[in-house]
């Protein structure tokens, strides 16, 4: 069926997020060719930009790829055939840790507290006391699968304590929840641009400290590179001479150099509030709807929402139900398909998206034989954002 042209759409996944107007303006521009001074200015401004999200002084290096290429980058410098390394794994995206590592050929030492669990330092603390031939960790800032940010920086002490490089999935997190790199001792962060950073999927980032770029160097001298595209090396030799070394996503850098842009003209602190505001309001409009969060969140789960479907309805529906108004929310996956419904709040956002998305929710609920009082759940979020102050228009 064609949908109506005049229902108006709404993004609430966490990937790829809303683009802004001003960015999208900015991608629309001509292409420029990435060896022309124009782009050498655009690409020296973006990557003096970057390293203040991840909150470091490293340098940040820049792939042409999804999120997932800035995990395997992080894998194959820092992992070779037969290596034993630790991943911690709450969701899905925490086991695409295990995945490519083993896919390195990696011997992977798992903790696998569940789905919606939050990861536990201690554990890592036993693992690795368990296992002192793990020279590298791996685990998640945001799991997107589940809602749930874990405490990194708590993990980053533990991995410190053992001499163990730490490299952490900050994919949906950075720029929407605290990550604090140079301050907690964070080896590695890896990123993309299609979640908070506002842009479309296209541009992987790896922060990687001084630390790991001399293990991932020494590593090469035990045996070969596993990496060519990806490697760190090259990036970095490159960048540091203001080049790319391979065709970059040019439009994206575009688009990236305004994005940067509204977030420091924002604040990073008070991006932070925002996401934080968000989030709180979506767990109070879910509650007075009657519904459950899945697992274990807690007031750092400033990314994404996942609500626990009721099982008096087939929850299956409810992305299609939504997509029906417009609205296009994540429902779960793998195990937790028609289980739970993902709302995400993380970077283009503002508290309208929010009162919709519960607004909906509700609608659909009732469509599927649900009992619901319209306007619970935008009602508390709507007294959320009044009590903040958050103007009308926002």
């Given at each position: 069926m064609?949908?109506?042209?005049?229902?108006?759409?709404?993004?609430m996944?966490?990937?790829p997020?809303p683009?802004?107007?001003?960015?999208?303006?900015?991608m629309?521009?001509?292409?420029?060719?990435?060896?022309?001074?124009?782009?050498?200015e655009?690409?020296?401004?973006?990557?003096?930009?970057l390293?203040?999200?991840?909150?470091?002084?490293?340098?940040?290096?820049?792939?042409?790829?999804?999120?997932?290429?800035?995990?395997?980058?992080?894998v194959?410098?820092?992992?070779?055939?037969?290596?034993?390394?630790?991943?911690?794994?709450?969701?899905?995206?925490?086991?695409?840790?295990?995945?490519?590592?083993?896919?390195?050929?990696?011997?992977?030492?798992?903790y696998?507290?569940?789905?919606?669990?939050?990861?536990d330092?201690a554990?890592y603390?036993?693992?690795?006391?368990?296992?002192?031939?793990?020279?590298?960790?791996?685990?998640?800032?945001?799991?997107?699968?589940t809602?749930?940010?874990?405490?990194?920086?708590?993990i980053?002490?533990?991995?410190?304590?053992?001499?163990?490089?730490?490299?952490?999935?900050?994919?949906?997190?950075?720029?929407?929840?605290?990550?604090?790199?140079?301050?907690?001792?964070?080896?590695?962060?890896?990123?993309?641009?299609?979640?908070?950073?506002?842009?479309?999927?296209?541009?992987?980032?790896?922060?990687?400290?001084?630390?790991?770029?001399?293990?991932?160097?020494?590593?090469?001298?035990?045996?070969?590179p596993?990496?060519?595209?990806f490697?760190?090396?090259?990036t970095?030799?490159s960048?540091?001479?203001?080049?790319?070394p391979?065709?970059?996503?040019?439009s994206?850098?575009?688009?990236?150099?305004?994005?940067?842009?509204?977030?420091?003209?924002?604040?990073?602190?008070d991006?932070?509030?925002?996401?934080?505001?968000?989030?709180?309001?979506?767990?109070?409009?879910v509650?007075?709807?009657?519904?459950?969060l899945?697992?274990?969140?807690?007031?750092?789960?400033?990314?994404?929402?996942?609500?626990?479907?009721?099982?008096?309805?087939?929850?299956?529906?409810v992305?299609?139900?939504?997509?029906?108004?417009?609205?296009?929310?994540?429902?779960?996956?793998?195990?937790l398909?028609g289980r739970?419904?993902?709302?995400a709040?993380?970077?283009?956002?503002?508290?309208?998206?929010?009162?919709?998305?519960?607004?909906?929710?509700?609608?659909?609920?009732?469509?599927?034989?649900?009992?619901?009082?319209?306007?619970?759940?935008?009602?508390?979020?709507?007294?959320?954002?009044l009590?903040?102050?958050?103007?009308?228009a926002?």
């Amino acid at each position: 069926m064609t949908p109506n042209p005049f229902t108006k759409q709404y993004l609430m996944t966490a990937g790829p997020t809303p683009v802004p107007p001003a960015v999208s303006q900015a991608m629309a521009a001509p292409m420029l060719y990435h060896r022309a001074p124009a782009f050498d200015e655009l690409y020296e401004r973006v990557l003096g930009k970057l390293p203040g999200v991840f909150r470091t002084s490293n340098d940040v290096l820049a792939f042409a790829a999804s999120g997932s290429g800035a995990l395997e980058s992080a894998v194959s410098n820092l992992v070779r055939p037969g290596d034993k390394i630790l991943v911690g794994a709450a969701g899905k995206f925490g086991e695409r840790w295990i995945q490519l590592g083993e896919a390195y050929g990696a011997e992977v030492v798992r903790y696998e507290p569940g789905w919606g669990e939050r990861l536990d330092p201690a554990e890592y603390d036993r693992l690795l006391t368990e296992n002192p031939d793990v020279k590298v960790a791996f685990s998640t800032l945001s799991e997107t699968s589940t809602g749930i940010v874990h405490d990194i920086q708590a993990i980053a002490d533990v991995a410190r304590k053992h001499d163990v490089i730490l490299a952490v999935d900050a994919v949906s997190g950075l720029g929407a929840t605290e990550l604090r790199q140079d301050d907690w001792g964070v080896d590695v962060a890896v990123a993309g641009s299609q979640k908070a950073l506002m842009c479309p999927p296209g541009l992987a980032f790896a922060s990687v400290s001084e630390r790991a770029l001399e293990f991932a160097a020494s590593r090469d001298l035990d045996s070969p590179p596993t990496r060519y595209y990806f490697d760190w090396g090259r990036t970095a030799k490159s960048q540091r001479k203001g080049a790319s070394p391979f065709t970059p996503a040019v439009s994206i850098f575009l688009g990236l150099d305004v994005a940067l842009g509204l977030i420091e003209d924002e604040g990073l602190d008070d991006v932070m509030a925002r996401h934080q505001l968000l989030a709180r309001a979506t767990r109070a409009g879910v509650a007075a709807m009657g519904l459950e969060l899945f697992g274990d969140p807690d007031e750092r789960s400033t990314v994404v929402t996942a609500v626990d479907l009721p099982d008096d309805i087939d929850g299956g529906k409810v992305p299609g139900g939504l997509r029906k108004l417009g609205i296009t929310a994540n429902g779960g996956q793998d195990h937790l398909k028609g289980r739970i419904l993902r709302i995400a709040h993380c970077g283009y956002f503002g508290a309208f998206d929010i009162v919709t998305s519960l607004a909906g929710l509700e609608m659909v609920l009732d469509q599927l034989g649900r009992e619901v009082e319209h306007g619970a759940g935008p009602g508390a979020a709507q007294k959320v954002f009044l009590e903040a102050g958050v103007p009308a228009a926002a």
